[in-house]
């Protein structure tokens, strides 16, 4: 990259072309890859915001790929999950939303319950008219095969956000009874000061700990008096 005006290089850089709607966002995009020094990411940015770029709002490249129908709502979302992942499990199951997983089982279930309704309506339509009409039996089952499979979605939703959110346990107790040192064993580090003097944790002291692909939180608290 060289300054036009100054004619000064400013650094040697990669530059992607990705034509629409083959992009991210299926518009056309130009990535430029330079060195990860702070003084030539600096420089390379004044550059091209001087010849008339602007910064991206946050969250700016996910939002054109949903308005342009790259990916739903469900994958936009995701987006995020992705990028705050606690666990390798909570990573896998964000991956797994973004590329379509969940709006696949919405889509199915969205399907079935047209489909249902389409037949309700058909015989409310032409109940009197020559054609097959389901018996009152299929429409109970179909209906509450329906309602187990919007369970069961709901509570795929809850187990995706204790993955995403994690839980939180809290260390109490009397001063001087081991709790840090319960929060060090836990953390399998030394995170916490440890001493014989009683008082010694007086903020508390929150960590992470990685339980079979759920994040739980652990706070050390100051001993109870």
């Known amino acids: 990259i060289i300054d036009p005006e100054s004619k000064e290089l400013i650094d040697e850089v990669l530059l992607t072309l990705m034509p629409a709607p083959k992009s991210y966002t299926r518009e056309d995009i130009a990535e430029i890859n330079c060195h990860s020094g702070p003084v030539p990411l600096r420089k390379t940015l004044r ?27 469900a ?8 990028v705050q992942a606690k666990t390798e499990k909570s990573l896998e199951i964000a991956l797994n939303q973004l590329k379509g997983g969940l709006s696949e089982k919405i889509n199915r279930l969205k399907k079935r319950m047209v489909d249902f ?15 097959e009409h389901l018996s009152r039996k299929d429409e109970e089952s179909r209906l509450k095969d329906i309602l187990v499979q919007i369970a069961l979605l709901l509570k795929t939703a809850r187990t995706g956000r204790v993955y995403k959110e994690g839980l939180k346990a809290v ?13 060090n064993t836990l953390l399998q580090r ?14 508390t002291i929150e960590e992470m700990i990685d339980i079979k692909g759920f994040p739980l939180w652990i706070i ?3 001993g109870l008096r």
């Not at 994958?75 to 992705?82: C, I, M, N």
């Not at 260390?171 to 929060?183: D, E, M, Q, T, Y």
């Open 47 to 73: 550059l091209t915001l001087k010849l008339g770029a602007r910064l991206a709002e946050a969250g700016e490249f996910t939002k054109r790929a949903f308005l342009n129908g790259r990916i739903d709502l």
């Open 75 to 82: 994958q936009a979302e995701s987006v995020l999950e992705v």
């Open 117 to 131: 309704l389409s037949c309700l309506e058909a015989e409310i339509e032409f109940g009197e008219e020559d054609i």
């Open 171 to 183: 260390i109490v107790g009397r001063p001087n009874v081991g709790k840090s040192s319960l929060l």
């Open 190 to 203: 030394e995170r916490a000061i440890v001493s014989h003097i009683p008082g010694t944790t007086r903020d």
């Open 220 to 222: 050390d608290t100051a």
